[in-house]
């Protein structure tokens, strides 16, 4: 399962370079490009909407949906990213070095995907045709009236590997977790069951009711991750001073672990 998940890990940033790659081809009104972003600026800081005397209410839907919508293309402050990247070997070979690009992940998840996807819904114009549609299908939509009929079939191909890649990574890092602390057998068969049972729900709810099982699990998620990592943060900031004095010294950054005793003692033998 665990190389399954490796798999799964390689495939999602060709998706993505495919995915941006058509974005771009979708934009061809590339000179509306500008009043697209004026429209999401405006729209996010609930310009209009203090116009009509609700610029509290609109900032604070804004807010929330943005937050929500954060959590789940990213999983920012979720704790989640970090079980990707403990596989990983980063260059300079520091775990601050692997902080930096789980940044940039999110970055490239939130502010360039997420925009492209935006920047095709808006150029199309189905927002303002009152269409109905909002999901996926508003972003096939979308995509078809910019590319054509092959748009609808990318998109799908497209959710398909990112949904099937997504479900086998947090699969892996949940039994992982099963397996650390319970060590029983029984308890991983009954992890398996849920998942398999919350993956067929899933599939057949209304998207309203899915959104928010998925916010309330998220929340919870960052609510546990953010307090762990507060109690970390001395941690967190030590070993990034060791980063940036070595970074300043003109050197190629290496963790050392036995430069901090007490984390010396407290790590597992094979981290770092």
């Known amino acids: 399962m665990r190389s399954v998940a490796r798999v799964a890990e390689l495939i999602v940033p060709f998706m993505a370079i495919?995915?941006?790659?058509?974005?771009g081809g979708g934009c061809m009104n590339i000179t509306e490009l500008p009043s697209v972003i004026a429209t999401i600026v405006k729209s996010a800081?609930?310009?209009?909407?203090?116009?009509?005397g609700a610029?509290?209410?609109?900032?604070?839907?804004?807010?929330m949906q943005g937050i929500k919508r954060g959590l789940f293309s990213n999983e920012a402050g979720m704790g989640s990213a970090p079980n990707a990247a403990a596989t990983a070997s980063t260059k300079p070979n520091h775990p601050a070095a692997q902080g930096y690009v789980q940044m940039l992940g999110v970055f490239i998840d939130t502010i360039v995907i997420c925009t492209a996807t935006a920047a095709i819904i808006l150029l199309s114009g189905h927002l303002e045709s009152g269409s109905g549609l909002?999901?996926?299908?508003?972003?096939?939509?979308?995509?078809v009236s910019q590319v054509g009929d092959w748009g609808a079939a990318f998109v799908a191909?497209?959710?398909?590997?990112?949904?099937?890649?997504?479900?086998?990574?947090?699969?892996s890092y949940g039994e992982s977790n099963i397996e650390y602390i319970f060590k029983s057998?029984?308890?991983?068969?009954?992890?398996?069951i849920a998942v398999l049972a919350m993956v067929f729900i899933g599939s057949v709810l209304d998207l309203p009711v899915v959104w928010s099982f998925a916010d309330l699990s998220m929340g919870m998620m960052a609510i546990i991750n953010l307090i762990a990592i507060?109690?970390?943060?001395?941690?967190?900031?030590?070993?990034?001073?060791?980063?940036?004095e070595q970074r300043k010294a003109g050197k190629d950054p290496i963790f050392d672990r036995t430069k901090f005793p007490k984390?010396?003692?407290?790590?597992?033998?094979?981290v770092w």
């Open 18 to 23: 495919g995915y941006l790659a058509v974005a």
């Open 45 to 52: 800081l609930g310009l209009d909407q203090a116009a009509g």
């Open 55 to 63: 610029m509290g209410y609109a900032v604070a839907q804004a807010m």
């Open 134 to 143: 909002n999901g996926i299908a508003l972003t096939q939509a979308a995509l």
């Open 157 to 171: 191909i497209a959710i398909l590997l990112f949904a099937f890649t997504s479900i086998i990574a947090n699969y």
């Open 185 to 192: 057998k029984s308890a991983i068969m009954f992890y398996r």
């Open 230 to 244: 507060g109690l970390l943060s001395g941690v967190a900031f030590m070993v990034l001073r060791d980063y940036e």
């Open 263 to 270: 984390l010396d003692k407290q790590l597992d033998k094979d």
